[in-house]
């Protein structure tokens, strides 16, 4: 027996079919409706913590429920302001290493007590995006979804099919799109839960996205 | 459906937070009696009117709340984050 084999990494979400990415087990399906549900969850999840109004803030670019796409020499970023004194960097499959490091820098300066864990398996990650995403989510969280209310941009964490979930508005090429973040082990039940709330609006699981051009600052 | 304004989060379904009781000074322990222990951890004046209570976030910012409640109405009067409060009685 072999124990060279370079290690596959999982998303608690089961990919059927299956295909390999980056190292990560995802789906093979491409999708040909327009409302879609993705497993995002390889890409590289780096939790920061500082004081809420402190030179952190400051040196991140970002505060709490607002989103900013960066480029902080590990590749793209997603910064989300995820809770007071709590941002969540996204990046691509397999920067994690490199990401924690770039914000360890650049946190470094402040003086401040932070810390930077990488939490890129310990978490899950999807993607609802297309025209019925906003009517998909309604149906499972309580949260005012209008353009008024929570535009592109916008991060929040809220209770969604009763699971304490990170959601954030990240539109892409200007359709309507969500980021869901939550703890790996609910992951599979809140994908099945908004495949289930999304039955009658036609959603389709497709392929791993990734983050996405997107905008700039938001 | 009963609505906490949270002011990090804005108003949210009181689902999302843990109730933590009323709110109080906490004894010092180097000085307190056992008995008064027990008074402040498990005896409560349960007041019909408004009543100071802690409210943890539990799904929205994880933050500690001090809630002006009315019990009978469940009228909010007041909502504030407990380290602002902390920091403000510490002065």
């Not at chain 1, 009517?135 to 008024?148: E, H, N, R, Y």
């Not at chain 2, 994880?62 to 009067?77: A, I, N």
Request: charged share 20%; glycine share 12%; hydrophobic share 40%.
């Amino acid at each position: 027996m072999s124990d060279t084999a370079a290690p596959l990494a999982r998303s608690p979400i089961a990919p059927s079919p299956a295909t390999v990415l980056d190292g990560w087990e995802v789906s093979a399906r491409a999708a040909t409706g327009a409302s879609t549900l993705s497993d995002e969850t390889p890409l590289a999840k780096v939790l920061v913590r500082a004081p809420f109004d402190g030179a952190g803030r400051e040196a991140l670019g970002v505060g709490f429920g607002r989103t900013l796409r960066t480029d902080l020499g590990s590749g793209a970023v997603l910064l989300v302001g995820s809770a007071p004194g709590e941002w969540l960097a996204l990046g691509a499959p397999g920067t994690a290493p490199a990401l924690r490091t770039a914000l360890e820098e650049r946190l470094a300066g402040t003086g401040e007590l932070t810390s930077v864990l990488d939490l890129t398996h310990g978490r899950a990650l999807v993607r609802l995006q297309g025209p019925a995403a906003t009517a998909v989510l309604a149906g499972v969280c309580a949260i005012d979804l209008a353009d008024t209310v929570t535009p592109d941009g916008t991060a929040l964490r809220t209770s969604v099919a009763a699971v304490v979930t990170d959601v954030v508005r990240d539109d892409v090429a200007g359709v309507r799109s969500y980021l869901l973040h939550c703890e790996r082990s609910s992951g599979q039940y809140l994908w099945d839960a908004l495949l289930d709330a999304g039955s009658r609006s036609a959603v389709e699981v497709t392929g791993f996205r990734g983050l996405g051009s997107g905008g700039t600052a938001r | 459906m009963m609505l906490l304004p949270c002011p990090w989060c804005g108003p949210r379904n009181a689902g999302e937070f843990k109730y933590a009781g009323e709110g109080g000074a906490r004894p010092d322990p180097a000085t307190t009696t056992p008995e008064e222990w027990r008074r402040y951890l498990y005896f409560h004046a349960n007041t019909r009117g408004w009543v100071t209570e802690s409210w943890y976030h539990g799904a929205g910012c994880r933050r500690w709340l001090v809630v002006e409640r009315h019990t009978l109405t469940h009228e909010v009067r007041e909502v504030r984050d407990a380290v602002q409060v902390a920091r403000e009685g510490a002065r």
